[in-house]
C-alpha cells in the first residue's frame, strides 16, 4: 500500500462548478499537508498547505484535513477552464535526518470544460 | 524571474552516457531536494541538501547517482551509465528553513530520455 493514496481520474467538470479532490493517508506521522497544481510537462506548483488537522481556505480553493480518517481534501469552488491541470496531494513529517521530505498521491488529471 | 531554475530542460542521451543536471534554488533557501516522476505518478523523493550537506539519500539513489551542493547554492544531479529505466522527469525544489522548511517550491524539471 503506498503511503498516500489518490484516484488519478480523469475528471471532468463544466465550468462553474464546485470541484472535490480527495486523498487518503496512511502514515501517522505527517504533520503537514500538502496541494500542488500541475501543468502538463511543467514543475508542481505550491497551491496551499495545512498543518494538522483543519481548513484552510484561500480565495476559491479550500483545504481539508482530517487525520482521525486519514483524509485530506481540497474543493475548488467556480471552476475555471485555468484550473484544468493534474492536482497532486503529498504529506511530510520531519526526518530523522532534518528534511522535510514530501510523500505523493498520483495526481488527479482535472479538466474543466467552458 | 526568483523561481527555481532548472537546466537542461530536455535532455536526450543513449544507453550508457553519464548525464548532468544544474539546479538553482531561489537565492536565500537554504534546503534544497531532488525528486523523479515518471509519467502518471507523484515525484518521489531522491536526495536533500541543507546548505552544503547532502543529509539524505532515497533507496532510490543508486551508486550511479551522485549529486552535489558546493558552497550551498546551485546542485547538480549526475548520472552516470544511464539506462533506459532512468527516462523520467527530474525535479529540483528548495525551501527556507527555519520559518518555511515545509514549503517547497518546483523548479519546471529536466525531462530525461535515454534511447
Known amino acids: 500500500q503506498k503511503e498516500v493514496e489518490q484516484d488519478p481520474g480523469p475528471l471532468s467538470v463544466p465550468e462553474g462548478a464546485i470541484v472535490s479532490l480527495n486523498c487518503t493517508y496512511s502514515?501517522?506521522?505527517?504533520?503537514?499537508f500538502m496541494w500542488y497544481r500541475q501543468y502538463s510537462r511543467k514543475g508542481p506548483e505550491l497551491l496551499m498547505y495545512?498543518?494538522?488537522?483543519g481548513n484552510k481556505e484561500d480565495g476559491r480553493f479550500t483545504a481539508q484535513v482530517d487525520k482521525s480518517s486519514k483524509y485530506i481534501s481540497l474543493f475548488i469552488r467556480d471552476s475555471q477552464p485555468s484550473d484544468s491541470a493534474t492536482y497532486l496531494c503529498?504529506?511530510?513529517?520531519?526526518?530523522?535526518?532534518?528534511?522535510?521530505?514530501?510523500?505523493f498521491g498520483k495526481g488527479t488529471k482535472l479538466s474543466v470544460i467552458p | 524571474d526568483t523561481g527555481v531554475s532548472q537546466d537542461p530542460r530536455h535532455k536526450i542521451t543513449k544507453r550508457g552516457q553519464n548525464v548532468t543536471f544544474r539546479c538553482d534554488p531561489i537565492s536565500e533557501h537554504n534546503r534544497l531536494y531532488w525528486y523523479r516522476q515518471t509519467l502518471g505518478q507523484g515525484p518521489e523523493f531522491l536526495t536533500y541538501f541543507q546548505n552544503e550537506a547532502q543529509l539524505e539519500k532515497s533507496r532510490l539513489l543508486s551508486d550511479r547517482f551522485s549529486a552535489e551542493r558546493p558552497k550551498g547554492s546551485f546542485s547538480t544531479l549526475e548520472i552516470q551509465r544511464t539506462e533506459q529505466g532512468d527516462s523520467a522527469m527530474y525535479l529540483c525544489?528548495?525551501?527556507?528553513?527555519?520559518?518555511?522548511?515545509?514549503?517547497?517550491?518546483f523548479g519546471p524539471g529536466t525531462r530525461l530520455t535515454v534511447t
Open positions: 525544489a528548495s525551501s527556507l528553513s527555519p520559518l518555511g522548511e515545509f514549503e517547497q517550491y
Open positions: 502514515n501517522s506521522a505527517f504533520q503537514y
Open positions: 503529498a504529506g511530510t513529517a520531519y526526518s530523522g535526518a532534518g528534511s522535510y521530505q514530501l510523500t
Open positions: 495545512t498543518y494538522s488537522s
